[in-house]
């Protein structure tokens, strides 16, 4: 199947500092990608969506200032936790869909931030 | 997309098969349900998926009723590592994003 690769895994940083995670598909064309964050205990939620060479659209309670997501090419995707408080520590995960996934959504192995 | 109904959790014993059911009763004609699982500290992992008809790969089979409001995962011989929580979702088609309920955490123990 597909590969869709995120990095970092895991990630400690100090309150107040920007964090940037990438995204990237490795043997197929992502022309969309979805960011996701998960809390302890719970399900995925999806945070935006992101099609190559466009604006991201953010779910409903979701700051688009504060997760900055950028999708410049077809093969790599970024999240920026920018000014990252204790609350934003969660588990982010990235997805990808395009050319030659069959109806699929292939998932990054997800990235643990915590802020300190 | 319609939403999904399944059990909390599941118990299962090593080498049996393992049967997770979901239901879908809202689902649309163009809607597929798709399967995916979740290991602890991982990304989800895309398991199996179907529109009509029932689906078997090398990771499990799908079972979809032929109302399609309902629908059965089958781990044919389950193994310790199967151990992870397994979500059903329905979605329009390829390219949107996946709707995540709470799903089904299915625990394998020998």
């Known amino acids: 199947g597909a590969v869709v690769s995120q990095h970092p895994s895991r990630v400690i940083c100090k309150s107040g500092t920007s964090v940037k995670i990438e995204c990237r598909s490795l043997?197929?064309?992502?022309?969309?990608m979805f960011w996701y964050r998960q809390f302890p205990k719970q399900s995925l939620m999806l945070m935006a969506t992101s099609n190559e060479g466009s604006k991201a659209t953010y779910e409903q309670g979701v700051e688009k200032d504060k997760f900055l997501i950028n999708h410049a090419s077809l093969t790599l995707s970024t999240l920026t936790v920018t000014s990252a408080h204790p609350e934003d520590s969660s588990f982010y995960i990235c997805s990808a869909s395009g050319t030659g996934t069959n109806e699929k959504l292939f998932f990054g192995s997800g990235t643990q931030l915590s802020v300190l | 997309d319609a939403k999904t109904t399944q059990p909390p959790s599941m118990d299962c014993a090593e080498g049996r098969a393992a049967n997770l059911p979901c239901n879908h009763s809202?689902?649309?004609?163009?809607?597929?349900v798709y399967w995916y699982r979740q290991i602890h500290s991982q990304g989800p992992q895309y398991i199996i998926h179907?529109?009509?008809n029932n689906e078997t790969n090398e990771m499990a089979s799908l079972i979809i009723t032929e109302d399609r409001k309902s629908s059965t995962l089958i781990l044919p011989h389950a193994t310790l590592r199967d151990t992870a929580v397994y979500y059903c979702i329905v979605s329009r088609q390829a390219g949107t994003a996946l709707i995540f309920g709470k799903g089904t955490t299915l625990s394998v123990s020998s």
């Open positions: 809202t689902i649309s004609g163009n809607e597929y």
């Open positions: 043997d197929f064309q992502a022309t969309t």
């Open positions: 179907g529109l009509k």
